[in-house]
């Protein structure tokens, strides 16, 4: 091959026994060949002469010229050997590797059988635990018999063979599972195909390879050439591999799909956003590699997902690792982007890679997700975000979401550390668990969003779904923290006079609500609580939740039983209150018992972050309630838009707290609602025929809700294979836009793939987030 160098040793101690230290080294094959015709032939003779020359304690190198410590004469080039085994004049010359085909055409057999086509680029990018083909063009033909050859793979600083590292592929008769090994299935003269099989534990990641070659006149080996390197990746199509997935279209939504749907908003009010995982484009892949790489696990980690996933938790965030992503729950953005202005991950991961390890801001849970689905889909690990509504954040290990009073049932602020978020987004990821007991394999829960720290680190997880669901929060990783956050329930306690406080009521079904995730192979949301946790009030809820708490630090919480005759709900008619209006819910209160219950209701507004973190509590009322016998009261609660227009925060999310005692028999009653002001939807139209190559448009028309101008709006556009935002986000200045009035912007876009494609646009704003749009289009081919 032009300009290929190749070095030839029998130096190298452990490789070939018995074989002299000769080294050939060719620096400039077609100079060499040159010359080899100017002198007829006699340059190639010598080459081949002195790598199987057997010399103790000498070596040559041949360049241009040839040195030697003889005078040989020039002589013809000899006529090429024949491909039979046992020719004496084969044996004499000297084997070498002209070249190596990896055979790695997106298009070809390698990258299509093992689902590696749709990656950028035309590198050797295959799945672990199944066979590859490679083709060599060596110097003569290879004579089993006498000739030697092996393939080297070499990952991370310091490969070893001990640590899977450093991998010897030995040729085979016939290829068997479970191991690295080599067939030659093709012989045609000078060349021939090789098929590799790898292990299905084997480590991820950039291989570099080196051909070995032995004949009996020396060794030589092909040196590291980068555009030669392999790329190993999780193979959830292999049934050995831990990540192995059965259900053919999971693997298609769960690996290969590069768009997805992010939940957000309340329980009563639910939004989805498209979210572009694009992990197969142009630098993706080499970014996802990087994260390994910074990490902290070693090479010889990667072959388990245990520890990937676990660490990729981690490089998500930066806090103590200088990860991906900056977190900003403070509603100012200086110096980044809004959480809420990402479309999806290409350009927060391009970013990071491209700048060396420098934190991207900013993120919230769900940009957090949505990152991480990317790239462990990209590694080959089936993945998806997961939403989960009225989500707890349990800061003690006591696996209840506490909210403390005093003496006079007004709130302790300085003690209510837990919160309950009004949604929150992670990771669901698939793999066997060899490392807990039989059952617990499938799909595992990682949260990359700094919360609490786990053994020192900003991670969360794996843990497996079937634990949290049974409350077998002692396996690991982190499952007492996620159970909490699905399935803890909500207990009160009042300050008694002498400081020690009382358990006055729980709410048991106050958390882990509609949790959600895009279904397989359409845009529908798909409702998994059901694999978090048992149906609310069964038995075996009640038992895992019994179970879960004698491992948290306050084991006995469930010993004292409690009288209930009277309850408290909010409701919320259709699709709820609209930012700019009033807002307006409902209060029932239900007498379960045949006396009559009085009581005062302290209801209180606050404005709150998502993340269950109030800003500041605006407004207050009390409400007497008298109740007859077995009696239903609903109650109209509105409250003015006037109160709330100067007070929103991101994702415009408002709590309602209610409490009060009955008089008869001192039962407290407590609920907690949170809502969401709904937002308006961008509205996109494509506009023109949409053909591969040929110029089309799309209009993107926005109303303002609000009884005020909207300053500095900016739309993010982007569609993967629409020609537009490939490479990074296209920003669409719109400016600023009155109380009430509508914009529209036109867009055009070239599509530069076949096929059913999202257009993606969300509006950059500070006085108004979580606005966003969509429109499908179905790409025609030329």
């Known amino acids: 091959m032009p300009g290929e160098r190749l070095t030839v040793s029998g130096?190298?101690?452990?490789?070939?026994?018995?074989?002299?230290?000769?080294?050939?080294?060719?620096?400039?094959?077609?100079?060499?060949?040159?010359?080899?015709?100017?002198?007829?032939?006699?340059?190639?003779?010598?080459?081949?002469?002195?790598?199987?020359?057997?010399?103790?304690?000498?070596?040559?190198?041949?360049?241009?010229?040839?040195?030697?410590?003889?005078?040989?004469k020039p002589a013809p080039l000899p006529e090429p050997p024949?491909?039979?085994?046992?020719?004496?004049?084969?044996?004499?010359?000297?084997?070498?590797?002209?070249?190596?085909?990896?055979?790695?055409?997106?298009?070809?057999?390698?990258?299509?059988?093992?689902?590696?086509?749709?990656?950028?680029?035309?590198?050797?990018?295959?799945?672990?635990?199944?066979?590859?083909?490679?083709e060599l063009d060596l110097s003569r033909p290879f004579n089993s018999n006498t000739d030697k050859l092996h393939l080297d793979l070499k990952t991370g600083p310091l490969p070893m063979v001990s640590k899977g590292t450093h991998v010897i592929i030995q040729l085979v008769e016939e290829l068997e599972d479970d191991r690295w090994e080599a067939k030659i299935v093709e012989q045609n003269g000078n060349r021939i195909k090789?098929?590799?099989?790898?292990?299905?534990?084997?480590?991820?990641?950039?291989?570099?390879?080196?051909?070995?070659?032995?004949?009996?006149?020396?060794e030589?080996?092909?040196?590291?050439?980068?555009?030669?390197?392999?790329?190993?990746?999780?193979?959830?199509?292999?049934?050995?591999?831990?990540?192995?997935?059965?259900?053919?279209?999971?693997?298609?939504?769960?690996?290969?799909?590069?768009?997805?749907?992010?939940?957000?908003?309340?329980?009563?009010?639910?939004?989805?956003?498209?979210?572009?995982?694009?992990?197969?484009?142009?630098?993706?892949?080499?970014?996802?590699?990087?994260?390994?790489?910074?990490?902290e696990i070693p090479p010889s980690g990667r072959g388990d997902p245990v520890n990937v996933v676990?660490?990729?938790?981690a490089m998500i965030n930066s806090p103590d690792d200088n990860g991906v992503l900056a977190g900003n729950w403070s509603g100012n953005y200086v110096g980044g982007v809004s959480p809420t202005a990402w479309n999806g991950s290409v350009?927060?991961?391009?970013?990071?890679?491209?700048?060396?390890?420098?934190?991207?801001?900013?993120?919230?849970?769900?940009?957090?997700?949505?990152?991480?689905?990317?790239?462990?889909?990209?590694?080959?690990?089936?993945?998806?975000?997961?939403?989960?509504?009225?989500?707890?954040?349990?800061?003690?290990?006591?696996?209840?979401?506490?909210?403390?009073?005093?003496?006079?049932?007004?709130?302790?602020?300085?003690?209510?550390?837990?919160?309950?978020?009004?949604?929150?987004?992670?990771?669901?990821?698939?793999?066997?668990?060899?490392?807990?007991?039989?059952?617990?394999?499938?799909?595992?829960?990682?949260?990359?969003?700094?919360?609490?720290?786990?053994?020192?680190?900003?991670?969360?997880?794996?843990?497996?779904?079937?634990?949290?669901?049974?409350?077998?929060?002692?396996?690991?990783?982190?499952?007492?923290?996620i159970f909490a956050e699905v399935n803890s329930d909500k207990i009160y306690w009042q300050r008694k006079l002498d400081g020690t406080f009382t358990q006055i009521c729980s709410e048991k079904k106050a958390v882990g609500h509609f949790i959600s995730t895009k279904a397989v192979g359409s845009d529908e949301r798909a409702d998994i609580t059901h694999l978090y946790k048992h149906t609310e009030g069964s038995e075996e809820e009640r038992i895992a939740v019994e179970t879960a708490s004698r491992y948290g630090s306050r084991p006995d919480v469930y010993s004292t039983p409690m009288a209930e005759d009277v309850s408290v709900e909010v409701k919320m008619e259709g699709k709820g209150p609209r930012m700019g209006a009033d807002a307006?819910?409902?209060?029932?209160?239900?007498?379960?018992?045949?006396?009559?219950?009085?009581?005062?209701?302290?209801?209180?507004?606050?404005?709150?972050?998502?993340?269950?973190?109030?800003?500041?509590?605006?407004?207050?009322?009390?409400?007497?309630?008298?109740?007859?016998?077995?009696?239903?009261?609903?109650?109209?609660?509105?409250?003015?838009?006037?109160?709330?227009?100067?007070?929103?925060?991101?994702?415009?999310?408002?709590?309602?707290?209610?409490?009060?005692?009955?008089?008869?028999?001192?039962?407290?009653?407590?609920?907690?609602?949170s809502f969401r002001l709904r937002t308006p939807d961008l509205s996109i139209e494509a506009v023109g025929e949409a053909v591969v190559g040929k110029k089309m448009a799309a209009n993107i028309t926005f109303t303002n809700p609000l009884p005020r101008t909207?300053?500095?709006?900016?739309?993010?556009?982007?569609?993967?294979?629409l020609g537009l935002g490939l490479q990074k986000v296209h920003k669409v200045v719109v400016g600023d836009v009155g109380s009430h009035s509508t914009v529209t912007r036109t867009e055009h876009f070239t599509p530069t793939q076949a096929g059913p494609r999202k257009l993606v646009a969300s509006l950059d704003c500070k006085q108004l987030t979580q606005v966003h749009g969509i429109a499908d289009i179905f790409v025609q081919d030329q």
């Open 710 to 721: 909207l300053r500095g709006v900016v739309f993010r556009v982007e569609g993967l294979g």
């Open 347 to 481: 350009d927060i991961l391009k970013k990071y890679h491209k700048e060396g390890g420098l934190p991207v801001k900013y993120g919230q849970c769900w940009v957090f997700s949505g990152v991480t689905t990317t790239v462990l889909r990209c590694l080959g690990i089936p993945c998806r975000s997961v939403t989960n509504f009225q989500s707890a954040h349990d800061t003690d290990v006591s696996l209840t979401t506490d909210v403390y009073f005093d003496e006079n049932m007004e709130p302790l602020e300085e003690l209510n550390a837990d919160s309950v978020w009004n949604f929150h987004v992670w990771n669901d990821c698939w793999m066997a668990r060899q490392d807990l007991p039989p059952g617990m394999g499938g799909w595992q829960a990682l949260d990359s969003t700094p919360q609490e720290t786990s053994q020192g680190t900003f991670r969360c997880g794996p843990a497996s779904v079937t634990a949290i669901r049974t409350g077998q929060v002692y396996l690991k990783h982190d499952t007492p923290f």
């Open 220 to 295: 030589c080996a092909t040196t590291h050439d980068p555009s030669k390197d392999i790329i190993m990746l999780f193979n959830p199509w292999c049934e050995d591999d831990t990540v192995y997935m059965d259900d053919e279209e999971e693997k298609k939504e769960y690996v290969l799909n590069d768009t997805g749907i992010l939940y957000y908003g309340t329980e009563k009010q639910i939004g989805g956003r498209t979210w572009n995982y694009g992990q197969f484009l142009e630098g993706m892949l080499q970014a996802c590699l990087y994260l390994l790489e910074k990490s």
């Open 310 to 313: 676990r660490v990729i938790s």
């Open 82 to 134: 024949q491909p039979h085994t046992g020719d004496n004049e084969l044996e004499e010359l000297m084997l070498s590797v002209h070249s190596v085909d990896l055979l790695s055409s997106k298009t070809g057999q390698n990258r299509l059988e093992h689902h590696t086509d749709l990656y950028h680029g035309n590198e050797l990018i295959i799945r672990r635990g199944q066979t590859f083909q490679i």
């Open 11 to 72: 130096s190298d101690v452990g490789r070939f026994h018995g074989v002299p230290g000769t080294i050939v080294e060719v620096t400039n094959q077609e100079e060499a060949e040159s010359k080899s015709q100017e002198q007829g032939g006699c340059l190639h003779f010598l080459q081949m002469f002195h790598c199987s020359h057997r010399r103790q304690s000498s070596s040559y190198v041949v360049t241009d010229t040839v040195v030697t410590d003889e005078v040989v």
């Open 584 to 673: 307006q819910l409902t209060i029932v209160v239900t007498n379960l018992s045949s006396q009559t219950r009085r009581t005062t209701l302290h209801s209180q507004v606050a404005v709150m972050y998502y993340t269950g973190v109030l800003k500041a509590t605006f407004k207050k009322d009390t409400i007497p309630v008298e109740l007859k016998p077995n009696e239903v009261k609903t109650m109209e609660w509105v409250l003015p838009y006037h109160s709330y227009q100067d007070q929103l925060v991101d994702q415009a999310a408002l709590m309602l707290t209610l409490s009060g005692r009955v008089s008869e028999t001192q039962q407290v009653l407590a609920t907690q609602t």
């Open 194 to 218: 090789l098929s590799v099989n790898s292990h299905a534990k084997a480590v991820i990641g950039q291989y570099k390879l080196t051909v070995m070659v032995k004949s009996p006149k020396g």
